[in-house]
Antibody
């Protein structure tokens, strides 16, 4: 059974940083691209970032480019999202997801950017 | 960026109804289209990828079709557990993008 467990969310001040992690299990981690998707309160889904199975190729939404960095540790089956220069509009539930055509989703972790 | 639109934005339906949701991409995306279901307060659940292929474990009451720019999601014999918001997502060109969602509620 595929399991994706996000952690690292919380309350942070504008301009601050936060690092999200996603522990993956139940599948061959290196065989899949991985994705971060977020959802602001009461809003729709927004694709944030994706990374290839090897970790070599990364892509970002324009709204986070230059501020967020996606990475993965294939030895630990862990996906990460380093978020810097956070803004109020980054407040959202962040989901870790398996694949580019996402097949499985984590339960999400809430990030709140507020003073 | 590729813009995804959905219609309708919401609809009311009865148990047992057949429902069709449309998704349109601002440029051709071949069949790189997924459909996702989300219930209030819950994580999303993927239903379909490659425009028409059901994810493992998804019942055949859900079906998808289309290619290029126009796609549809059809749900037959709507049941109480199917009332949710449905999103389409293109994964052909980065940045990948979601449609705004279609909320299906009970009439």
């Amino acid at each position: 059974e595929v399991q994706l467990l996000e952690s690292g969310g919380g309350l942070v001040q504008p301009g601050g940083s936060l690092r999200l992690s996603c522990a993956a299990s139940g599948f061959t981690f290196t065989s899949y691209a991985m994705t971060w998707v977020r959802q602001a309160p009461g809003k729709g889904l927004e694709w944030v970032s994706g990374i290839s199975g090897s970790g070599v190729d990364t892509n970002y939404a324009d709204s986070v480019k230059g501020r967020f960095t996606i990475s993965r540790d294939n030895s630990k089956s862990t996906l990460s999202l380093q978020m810097n220069s956070l803004r109020a509009e980054d407040t959202a539930v962040y989901y870790c997801a398996k694949g580019s055509a996402v097949g499985d989703w984590g339960q999400g972790t809430l990030v709140t950017v507020s003073s | 960026d590729i813009q995804m639109t959905q219609s309708p934005s919401s609809l009311s339906a009865s148990v047992g109804d057949r429902v069709t949701i449309t998704c349109r991409a601002s440029q051709g995306i071949s069949n790189s289209l997924a459909w996702i279901q989300q219930k209030p307060g819950k994580a999303p659940k993927s239903l379909i990828y490659a425009a028409s292929t059901l994810q493992s474990g998804v019942p055949s009451k859900f079906s998808g079709s289309g290619s290029g720019t126009d796609f549809t999601l059809t749900i037959i014999s709507l049941q109480p557990e199917d009332f949710a918001t449905y999103y389409c997502q293109q994964y052909d060109v980065y940045p990948f993008t979601f449609g705004p969602g279609t909320k299906v509620d009970i009439k």
